[in-house]
């Protein structure tokens, strides 16, 4: 199996920025610790850890939002996204931010432009997704009458609009209603089937073990374990990945 994504010893402290802190020695927050894995194509990939482990992080770093102080990263076998490549790539970031007076039809256009989605197919994609994640009868509607989860849709339905070949998702469960966390699963689960890479943060345990190929513990800020939870899940019926993350952070 080819690795899409393959990160070895990465680590993050974030800046102090506060100049009397600094002259204080005030150490900043560690994002990430020497953190190592490999994500291989087609897999459901799970980083699961209390808040403030580090799963925005390590995203924001294997994406190139944020460039890590040590460590190597590779996604697509390249040491850095650039331009084209988006064009692959979905992302649902923990928190969007979009401008309240837009339509969301409009939204979504925009999206396909960044995507380069050819005008003639882009019309017909954005009623399926919106269909699909039951926000067609909105597409009209400015952003601001929107609710929090039918939001948290929004970031989704932009996420996959490009059919992405790796998809990243911080917290895609995050104010969804069971109706849609199920929905969620599904549309996930579809991507694979097309063979699309995910990976995903959360801290729903139940959501991970029911979809994931493997979950990754982190705790402050460092790899704790990898399991290989779809093997384990098949061996032993009675595995509750909640009580063993209990116990794995409070080890750690
Ligand atoms: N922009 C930032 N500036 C300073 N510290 C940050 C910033 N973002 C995250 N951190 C710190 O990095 C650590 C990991 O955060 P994060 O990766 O967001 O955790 P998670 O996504 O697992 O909840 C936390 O201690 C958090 O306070
Ligand atoms: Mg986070």
Request: glycine share 8%; charged share 30%.
């Amino acid at each position: 199996m080819n690795n899409v994504i393959s990160i070895k010893n990465v680590s993050l402290t974030y800046k102090e920025r506060d100049i009397f802190k600094k002259i204080k020695g005030v150490n900043g927050n560690i994002g990430v610790k020497n953190v190592s894995f490999a994500v291989g194509e087609g897999e459901i990939f799970s980083i699961i850890g209390l808040n403030g482990a580090g799963k925005t992080s390590t995203l924001k770093c294997i994406l190139g939002l944020i460039k890590p102080d040590e460590g190597e990263i590779e996604v697509f076998g390249k040491k850095e996204l650039k331009g084209v490549d988006f064009e692959k790539v979905g992302y649902l970031p923990e928190i969007s931010y979009y401008p309240k007076s837009m339509k969301l039809m409009d939204l979504m256009k925009y999206y396909g432009e960044l995507y380069n989605i050819p005008r003639g197919e882009l019309d017909e994609k954005i009623d399926k997704i919106l269909n699909k994640l039951g926000l067609i009868s909105r597409k009209n509607d400015r952003l601001e009458k929107f609710s929090k989860g039918m939001l948290q849709k929004v970031g989704i339905a932009q996420a996959i609009l490009n059919n992405p070949k790796l998809l990243f998702l911080d917290e895609p469960m995050s104010g969804l209603d069971p109706l849609a966390r199920e929905l969620v699963i599904e549309i996930i689960l579809e991507l694979k089937s097309k063979g699309t890479t995910i990976f995903f943060n959360t801290h729903i345990l139940e959501d991970v073990a029911s979809i994931a190929d493997r979950v990754a513990i982190i705790n402050k800020g460092k790899l704790v374990e990898v399991l290989d939870i779809k093997k384990i899940m098949l061996e032993q019926d009675d595995f509750l990945l909640k009580n063993y993350f209990i116990k794995k952070v409070g080890e750690n």
